[in-house]
């Protein structure tokens, strides 16, 4: 795909039906599967979140995915257009998505820099110990260091603009079809050998077995966050993305395999991080540092752990980038669709006002710890919990009720079923988009700002 969206140029496909899912499916599969999904599930009671992350995912993920692909190929238009087209007054929707993008990369691009300083780190043979101590100190000492972690953090942005400015999201493309299958390789390497360690039973156990009293609203809010924030939902990235869909291309297979996929990559990277994290005595509630501390002592333990290491933080940094450019993108288009700006000078403004916003959110590992806002979050944690468990789940909602509603759940199912595609799953479908997700998403959401108020108060 060629990311150039303005309004005089034609606008561009996706090369082949396999160039959009490895798009989409590079959005979606992240740090959100890799690094968060695993440290959730380790401070939100484990099976209890995981199997609540379930039923959100088949109930609202699955319906939303595909409410969000078809929206965006019926009107070929990124998010804002999109909803402006089929009813004025609703194109703040998508302003609200590209207001959100803000946030979330601020956020993700703290992570981000961590990656990058890890990929250093295991190419100089920097996190060869196994101690889970010192590996908890490399961690904490470069994390609270404010000159260093922000370095990393602008460098990442600076890779994300460099990316989305060259256009270069064909080579992204290509180069997704090794990256991607390799990625998935490795992560299932690691999981055997972080599955095979002794004592890693329990690990299994914690995950993937639920305690159902662990089960409290916090927990329920969190899981819807985590498959917003994973699915890539919420936010136009999907509508934006759908939008470059050929109109002879099957939405139900793109629809399913990306949620599928992006599942499989987030119980993987589960799998290869919480039975280390008992067989080796870290601590599942541990927090952000859960991946970083944790996936190098499993490389430790591993025949050519070195290699491994190396190999799989490159990896994790390519994931992210897929990521990240796609919320760059969602907020770069926005600028130069809607209000004509220039798309070098949008890009560029628009990181760095990103890069200030995340500076905050760097900082509130280490001397900002104390600084907080709403209550008792820090920066970091306040990006965090506005994006996943407001603005996105607000997104969702929305686009539920727009599609389900406003455009009208048959209208979509008709854009579904061009080309004589049968959609067998349509009357389900409908009535989850319609009868379920906006309840199930509005008493979630509810209970996010009765947490946010409670914890003010
Ligand atoms: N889904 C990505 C991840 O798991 C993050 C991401 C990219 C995202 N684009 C997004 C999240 C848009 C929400 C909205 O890492």
């Given at each position: 795909?060629?990311s150039?969206?303005?309004k ?10 396999l160039?959009?899912?490895l ?20 401070a ?5 979140f ?7 995912l088949?109930?609202i993920?699955?319906?939303?995915m ?17 909803y ?46 196994k101690?889970?101590q ?5 961690f ?21 603009l460099?990316i ?34 002794e ?15 662990k ?9 819807l ?6 699915l890539?939902?919420?936010m ?44 080796l ?8 540092g859960l ?17 491994f ?8 940094l ?12 969602v ?10 700006g220039?798309?070098?000078k ?5 990181a ?18 104390d600084?907080t ?14 994006t996943?468990?407001i603005l996105?789940t ?7 009720i ?6 009208g ?13 049968k959609?067998?799953?349509?009357p ?8 379920i ?21």
């Amino acid at each position: 795909m060629d990311s150039i969206n303005g309004k005089n140029q034609k606008r561009d496909k996706w090369g082949s039906k396999l160039g959009f899912i490895l798009a989409a499916a590079g959005s979606a599969v992240g740090l959100g599967n890799l690094w968060k999904f695993p440290y959730s599930a380790g401070a939100n009671g484990g099976g209890a979140f995981v199997m609540i992350y379930f039923l959100f995912l088949i109930t609202i993920g699955f319906p939303l995915m595909l409410a969000a692909i078809t929206l965006g190929r019926k009107t070929q238009l990124s998010a804002v257009g999109a909803y402006r087209s089929i009813k004025k007054k609703w194109a703040f929707v998508g302003g609200l998505g590209v207001i959100c993008g803000f946030f979330i990369l601020a956020m993700y691009s703290t992570v981000g820099g961590w990656v990058i300083y890890y990929v250093i780190k295991a190419l100089t043979g920097g996190l060869s110990s196994k101690d889970p101590q010192v590996l908890g100190k490399i961690f904490g000492g470069f994390i609270t260091s404010p000159g260093i972690s922000v370095a990393y953090q602008g460098l990442f942005l600076l890779l994300t603009l460099l990316i989305v400015l060259k256009g270069i999201s064909s080579g992204i493309e290509r180069a997704s079809k090794i990256m991607m299958p390799a990625l998935f390789v490795i992560m299932v390497i690691i999981a055997i050998r972080a599955l095979t360690l002794e004592g890693a039973y329990e690990g299994i156990k914690f995950l993937l077995v639920p305690d159902f009293s662990k089960i409290n609203m916090s927990v329920i809010v969190n899981a819807l966050g985590q498959v917003f924030f994973s699915l890539s939902i919420g936010m136009g990235v999907m509508v934006t993305y759908g939008s470059y869909f050929d109109r002879e291309s099957n939405l139900l297979e793109a629809g399913t395999s990306i949620p599928m996929l992006d599942t499989i990559v987030a119980i993987l990277a589960g799998l290869a991080t919480l039975p280390a994290v008992f067989a080796l005595g870290f601590e599942a509630s541990a927090g952000p540092g859960l991946m970083f501390v944790t996936l190098p002592a499993v490389f430790s333990n591993m025949a050519f752990g070195n290699v491994f290491c190396i190999l799989f933080f490159i990896l994790v940094l390519f994931a992210a980038l897929t990521s990240s450019i796609s919320m760059l993108e969602v907020c770069v288009s926005y600028f130069v669709d809607e209000k004509n700006g220039d798309r070098i000078k949008s890009s560029i403004i628009i990181a760095i006002v990103i890069f200030m916003m995340g500076v905050p959110a760097t900082l509130s590992m280490g001397p900002w710890s104390d600084l907080t806002i709403l209550g008792n979050l820090n920066f970091f944690d306040f990006y965090d919990k506005l994006t996943s468990n407001i603005l996105l789940t607000s997104g969702g909602l929305l686009l539920s009720i727009f599609v389900g509603w406003v455009w009208g759940a048959d209208k979509a199912i008709e854009e579904i079923e061009r080309n004589g595609i049968k959609f067998k799953l349509a009357p389900i479908w409908k009535f989850l988009i319609k009868f379920i997700v906006p309840p199930a998403v509005s008493i979630v959401l509810f209970n996010s700002f009765k947490e946010v108020i409670t914890s003010i108060m």
